[in-house]
């Protein structure tokens, strides 16, 4: 390693000195990750005016261990377009526990067809609604929290507490 002179320490020090004093150096943005965070580029919105926002219907309140219909889906007011150009591509449920811990993914739903064909962009036969169904038990209350994904709009959001007891 090379020894420094104090003249060169003090000099080192006084770049230092000015480098922070100008703000083009903290230690909170050495300790910031670069980078975008996932979360800041999911939307949310009324699920009754904006047609992107994933529907969860699920009981307010089920026994622990009860065996429970949750459906998702999206358009359920305002439908979104289904054509080979721009549909729905998944939907994701995930489950929070209020008493904290990680979040659970319960289920994953891709929908595949979309008026593909051999003859044309929306000449197919198949137009797979973004619609999803799971049965499911829970021990412990929390939030379900739903996310779907648009092939042009990106991702979006919604969440729905529900109880056991
Ligand atoms: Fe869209």
């Known amino acids: 390693m090379e020894k ?28 910031e990750p670069a980078g975008v965070k996932l979360g800041s580029t999911i939307k949310s919105a009324d699920f009754k005016t904006e047609k992107h926002v994933p529907v969860i219907d699920a009981p307010a309140s089920v026994k622990p261990g009860e065996t429970c219909t949750i459906t998702v889906s999206v358009g359920k007011e305002v439908p979104h377009p289904n054509t080979t150009e721009h549909f729905i591509s998944w939907i994701a449920l995930y489950f929070k526990p209020a008493a904290g811990g990680p979040i659970s993914e ?11 064909s051999a003859l044309g962009a929306n000449k197919g036969n198949a137009y797979a609604d973004p619609f999803s169904a799971i049965r499911l ?29």
């Open 4 to 31: 420094l002179s104090r003249r060169q320490l003090l000099g080192t020090a006084a770049v230092a000195g000015a480098t922070l004093a100008m703000g083009t150096f903290s230690t909170a943005h050495a300790a």
């Open 106 to 116: 319960l289920g994953k739903y891709e929908f595949t067809a979309h008026g593909e």
């Open 137 to 165: 038990r829970l021990n412990a209350s929390g939030t379900l929290v739903a996310l779907s994904y648009c092939n042009i709009h990106g991702l979006w959001e919604s969440s729905k507490e529900i109880t056991v007891a």
